[in-house]
């Protein structure tokens, strides 16, 4: 007699918020690495006597290969998967964050943490986000987008306080560390929780040759310009001036640097919930207006920031932190929902493209920064300047065209064509 129970159903290869949950945990480890590098600067000056010039061409090669790892990533991982991926990241910044701690020369901190972590924290970045909601959600990318991209802010600025009191406590090389053991602690959650979606064929050419060719379809359209401008200037309003050049301004007015980090927290927290609000926006309005409606405000912000800045952490002041974190990476999911919208299932590489000009916006404006400052001695000309440039955003995001939906017509009815071997049909009967 033969055996009648039910065959078991395939194993699934998990939901959609489990993989979210492990994307956002790879996000987040890889979000705190960011925040580190600002804060080894004076005990690598103190420890070992490194000028800080030295100190900042490696967070300088950070963030550019940070920049230029994010479209290759997005291509690997329709090759190699979202999982392995993302486990390789973390082994990466692990790898970078526990050699650093034997660190006895510039050159290494160059390839310790420009390179290595520069790598895996390229791999985790928006791309990663973006990759997770293209796959995985439909409805929801939207709000999707905002927590994974707000899971990165996390990582940056939650654990800004506790570093800097594992480093004023046990020193720089324990908060190093710590990181790499972090990372190594997330590695076997994000290996159980990422999945992709369903078994597909790996694409025939490899990661690099696709996210070159798909850069060079992209870089035919205007809209790819267009997103890419406005995400230069992005970076240039954020990483560039405000995490660069804010603290070291708020002290030239008199202001402490505990105090002006604090109001850098501040306005990480609140950009936790701004993301996740643009996100939930995004699903429900039209990107480009709330873009525009982003760096319109953004622009005010920065322009009011000079006459805001006194010696003291005064109400205005906190509520321009309030504000400016509210906005602060707001842009990213209408920007994705962007590049979905017109490059499909080529929208995450699109946007590594578009990441990477971010991180070039950012770079030449905190270089450019520095120079003002020198020049002037205030750094009053970079934010009025920042705000000009977040002005023309504004003006650039109302431009993007979307793309016309297809239309599909649908087919006349047939008309039966009568035989000639059949009468034609009988009148009705009255």
């Known amino acids: 007699m033969k055996n009648s129970s039910p065959r078991p159903h395939p194993r699934k290869p998990g939901s959609p918020w489990t993989v979210a949950a492990g994307a956002a945990l790879a996000i987040v480890t890889a979000g705190a690495f960011s925040t580190l590098a600002g804060l080894l600067v004076g005990p690598l000056h103190?420890?070992?006597?490194?000028?800080?010039a030295s100190v900042g061409l490696g967070s300088l090669v950070n963030m550019v290969v940070y920049g230029a790892t994010a479209p290759f990533a997005a291509a690997l991982m329709d090759r190699l998967g979202m999982r392995r991926v993302a486990v390789g990241a973390l082994c990466l910044v692990a790898a970078?964050?526990?050699?650093?701690?034997?660190?006895?020369?510039?050159?290494?901190?160059?390839?310790?943490?420009?390179?290595?972590?520069?790598?895996?924290?390229?791999?985790?970045?928006?791309?990663?986000?973006?990759?997770?909601?293209?796959?995985?959600?439909?409805?929801?990318?939207?709000?999707?987008t905002?927590?994974?991209?707000?899971?990165?802010?996390?990582?940056q600025f939650v654990f800004l306080p506790v570093l800097s009191w594992v480093i004023?406590?046990?020193?720089?090389?324990?908060?190093?560390?710590?990181?790499?053991?972090?990372?190594?602690?997330?590695?076997?959650?994000?290996?159980?929780?990422?999945?992709?979606?369903?078994k597909e064929p790996a694409p025939r050419e490899d990661a690099a040759r696709r996210a070159l060719r798909t850069l060079a379809r992209a870089a035919r359209t205007g809209p790819f310009w267009l997103l890419a401008g406005t995400f230069?200037?992005?970076?240039?309003?954020?990483n560039g001036v405000m995490w660069t050049h804010f603290a070291p301004a708020a002290h030239d007015h008199g202001m402490p640097v505990t105090a002006a980090a604090s109001?850098?927290?501040?306005?990480?927290?609140?950009?936790?919930?701004?993301?996740?609000?643009?996100?939930?926006?995004?699903?429900?309005?039209?990107?480009?207006?709330?873009l525009a409606v982003y760096y319109a405000l953004r622009a005010l912000t920065l322009l009011a920031l000079p006459?805001?800045?006194?010696?003291?952490?005064?109400?205005?002041?906190?509520?321009?932190?309030?504000?400016?974190?509210?906005?602060?990476?707001?842009?990213?999911?209408?920007?994705?929902?962007?590049?979905?919208?017109?490059?499909?299932?080529?929208?995450?590489?699109?946007?590594?493209?578009?990441?990477?000009?971010?991180?070039?916006?950012?770079?030449?404006?905190?270089?450019?920064?520095?120079?003002?400052?020198?020049?002037?001695?205030?750094?009053?000309?970079?934010?009025?300047?920042?705000?000009?440039?977040?002005?023309?955003a504004a003006l650039l995001a109302l431009t993007v065209r979307m793309p016309r939906a297809r239309r599909v017509t649908p087919p006349a009815p047939a008309t039966p064509r009568r035989s000639r071997a059949l009468p034609a049909s009988p009148p009705p009967c009255r």
Do not use: K
Not at 128 to 143: I, Q
Not at 264 to 276: E, H, K, P, Q
């Open 46 to 52: 103190e420890d070992l006597g490194w000028s800080r």
């Open 96 to 144: 970078g964050a526990g050699l650093a701690t034997t660190m006895t020369a510039p050159w290494q901190f160059v390839l310790y943490w420009g390179v290595l972590v520069g790598l895996g924290t390229g791999a985790t970045a928006t791309t990663f986000a973006a990759t997770v909601t293209e796959r995985w959600f439909v409805a929801r990318r939207g709000l999707v």
């Open 146 to 155: 905002g927590l994974l991209t707000a899971a990165s802010v996390v990582g």
């Open 168 to 198: 004023d406590a046990y020193a720089w090389r324990a908060a190093a560390a710590a990181l790499a053991l972090a990372a190594a602690g997330a590695l076997p959650v994000v290996w159980a929780a990422v999945r992709d979606p369903r």
């Open 232 to 238: 230069a200037v992005c970076g240039a309003s954020t």
């Open 263 to 290: 109001l850098l927290s501040l306005i990480g927290i609140f950009n936790v919930a701004g993301t996740v609000a643009s996100g939930w926006l995004t699903d429900r309005a039209d990107p480009r207006r709330l």
């Open 307 to 392: 006459l805001l800045l006194t010696s003291a952490v005064d109400a205005p002041l906190v509520a321009f932190t309030v504000v400016f974190g509210l906005l602060d990476v707001a842009t990213v999911p209408p920007t994705i929902a962007l590049c979905r919208a017109h490059y499909g299932a080529d929208a995450p590489v699109v946007f590594g493209w578009v990441s990477a000009a971010h991180q070039v916006g950012a770079g030449a404006v905190a270089f450019a920064g520095g120079m003002t400052r020198d020049a002037f001695g205030s750094y009053d000309p970079v934010w009025v300047g920042a705000g000009a440039l977040c002005a023309g």
